[in-house]
């Protein structure tokens, strides 16, 4: 490939060409996920009012290769992540046909060109976060030479062969069959605001910020009618004093679904109920219904450690491990970070990874990525 014929742009407006051009280049790439498509872009734009930064390759006129990002200006000064939900990967994405050595060089010029930018638009720092299915972590690293590299993992379960779960795990969605919990799969706007209680009630157990409403709103608007999302609700009958049964949501899933991959997204439940186990039967019911649906890979998510109880409970159900790695680079001296109230920081780049926490020298230090 002929690098001086690609040509270059940062799109931060969209038309419905640019779209479908962009959403036919995931279809065929490898290293493409939900969080790359268009529809997320709308979901992340209208719910965090961050400006979106695309930059698109085009090679003979075709596009070859798209980098998704949103950028956060403050007073403070500029950052951008390659996608500021947590939970979500960026990346660069390529056309299949392109071999490793054309994919290598791409990933290389475009990391050069968004320093440049940065450089020249005086950024704090901007941090890539490419997917665990992507191959080419060692390319962002050669290319971006990070400060910081915060390296992570999740869980996936190949869905081709016969779900395979440990007996704990067929023990917990029998008590919750024998317990009564039911599955709905429909959403409204009454149940999506007793899905967000229950969602906010949990994080609010985990000490982990909650996202707005609207951000649910708009992935209703956007993703579901595309098939792109799907919400798993649980709920029990319970018996009131006046002989009125009442049906209460104990337990919520989200998962986010585009090409082979299903993602669980969110993971909620009231805990004064977690001896049911909601969130087992909700999990084996969008395991089942994903592997009947054609798809081929289930994506957990990632978790704190490999010490922790959510990792434990994840891997009983048979998936395996996947590296990946959140790549940052702080444009200028590091002092000029160090020198903005960590306060500041955590209001004014809310969504997004700044740094690592030892650069704040503090245990609350900002913008750590949940391990959601």
């Known amino acids: 490939m002929n690098c001086n014929r690609i040509e270059k742009n940062i799109l931060s407006e969209f038309s419905q060409y640019n779209d479908q051009a962009i959403t036919e280049l995931l279809m065929d790439s490898p290293e493409a996920s939900v969080f790359h498509t268009p529809e997320f872009r709308r979901v992340v734009a209208e719910t965090f009012n961050d400006a979106p930064a695309y930059w698109v390759y085009t090679y003979d006129g075709r596009i070859i290769a798209y980098f998704p990002s949103f950028v956060r200006k403050q007073a403070a000064g500029t950052v951008m992540n390659s996608m500021p939900v947590s939970g979500a990967y960026g990346g660069v994405c390529t056309l299949s046909p392109l071999d490793d050595q054309d994919k290598d060089k791409i990933v290389n010029l475009l990391m050069q060109d968004i320093i440049e930018h940065a450089e020249k638009n005086h950024w704090i720092a901007f941090t890539v976060i490419p997917p665990p299915h992507a191959c080419m972590g060692s390319e962002y690293r050669k290319s971006i030479e990070p400060d910081f590299v915060y390296d992570r993992f999740t869980q996936i379960t190949d869905l081709e062969p016969e779900l395979n779960y440990k007996p704990s795990v067929r023990n917990h969605i029998k008590q919750a069959e024998k317990k009564g919990v039911q599955v709905e799969t429909q959403i409204t706007a009454q149940n999506l605001k007793a899905f967000y209680d229950v969602y906010c009630a949990n994080m609010d157990c985990l000490n982990i910020r909650v996202k707005p409403i609207s951000y649910f709103d708009n992935i209703i608007k956007h993703l579901i009618p595309k098939g792109m999302a799907k919400f ?106 160090k020198e903005i109230p960590l306060e500041q920081i955590k209001q004014d780049f809310k969504w997004h990874y700044v740094a690592p926490y030892q650069v704040f020298n503090s245990e609350n230090a900002a913008s750590m990525p949940p391990a959601n």
């Open 232 to 337: 798993y609700l649980g709920y029990i009958t319970e018996e009131k004093t006046n002989r009125l049964n009442h049906r209460k949501m104990i337990a919520g899933l989200l998962v986010l679904r585009f090409k082979e991959t299903v993602i669980s997204h969110e993971t909620v439940m009231l805990r004064e109920y977690k001896s049911l186990s909601g969130t087992s039967y909700l999990l084996d019911a969008a395991l089942r219904d994903s592997k009947a649906s054609g798809y081929k890979w289930f994506n957990w998510g990632a978790s704190s450690s490999k010490d922790s109880g959510v990792y434990k409970f994840k891997k009983a159900w048979g998936p395996t491990d996947y590296n990946y790695s959140y790549f940052t680079k702080i444009i200028g001296k590091i002092n000029r970070l």
